[in-house]
T-cell receptor
Framework: GIQVEQSPPDLILQEGANSTLRCNFS?????LQWFHQNPWGQLINLFY???GTKQNGRLSATTVATERYSLLYISSSQTTDSGVYFC??????????FGTGTRLTIIP | ETGVTQSPTHLIKTRGQQVTLRCSSQ?????VSWYQQALGQGPQFIFQ???????GRGNFPPRFSGLQFPNYSSELNVNALELDDSALYLC???????????FGPGTRLTVL
């Protein structure tokens, strides 16, 4: 099956810093989503981005499907940005395959 | 618009017992997918239901089974519970085809 790798696994930043999270995948996909998992386990949808670039406030994402990677940018980090960020990909209309996540900790 | 809901929030069972978890899909969605998330890992796909039929299954044994009802809500049943079944169970709904999936808050199952 398709493999998804996220980097870095852990990231600790000072409040106000910028960060870039990366997601590499091993095969062509037609579905790619970024999620933020809060401390209670809820997966919050950030972006649905099988290709191209999108922005939502301080967050933006870019997927280069031909090179099989996606990037999530967080600018001016806030403590509420802390948590685990997951990239998930799909090739059909069925399952999403998740990466192992990036744990982001923002220090005040 | 109502989001995806799951019940119960938490559940404690003993080894060998059976459990049923429930999920209500988001308004307008006809597809429900179930995922298992063990501690420290990403969610793993269990199976998906589309218009009351199973539409894809991950690498889970037959004791994991499901149903989807005419209103597109869904149940996940797990028989003969094992200690390793302890996990967060997540339900996602979507509008079918290749589309964005939206997740519920999850059910945290503990097997003793």
């Amino acid at each position: 099956g398709i493999q998804v790798e996220q980097s870095p696994p852990d990231l600790i930043l000072q409040e106000g810093a910028n960060s870039t999270l990366r997601c590499n995948f091993s095969d062509s996909v037609n579905n790619l989503q970024w999620f933020h998992q809060n401390p209670w386990g809820q997966l919050i949808n950030l972006f649905y981005i099988p290709s191209g670039t999108k922005q939502n406030g301080r967050l933006s994402a870019t997927t280069v499907a031909t090179e099989r990677y996606s990037l999530l940018y967080i600018s001016s980090s806030q403590t509420t940005d802390s948590g685990v960020y997951f990239c998930a990909v799909g090739r059909g209309n069925e399952k999403l395959t998740f990466g192992t996540g990036t744990r982001l900790t923002i220090i005040p | 618009e109502t989001g995806v809901t799951q019940s119960p929030t938490h559940l404690i069972k003993t080894r060998g017992q059976q459990v049923t978890l429930r999920c209500s899909s988001q308004s307008g969605h006809n597809t429900v997918s179930w995922y298992q998330q063990a501690l420290g890992q990403g969610p793993q796909f269990i199976f998906q239901y589309y218009r009351e039929e199973e539409n894809g299954r991950g690498n889970f044994p037959p004791r994991f089974s499901g149903l989807q009802f005419p209103n597109y809500s869904s149940e996940l049943n797990v028989n003969a519970l094992e200690l390793d079944d302890s996990a967060l169970y997540l339900c996602a709904s979507s509008s079918g085809g290749v589309s964005e999936q939206f997740f519920g808050p999850g059910t945290r199952l503990t097997v003793l």
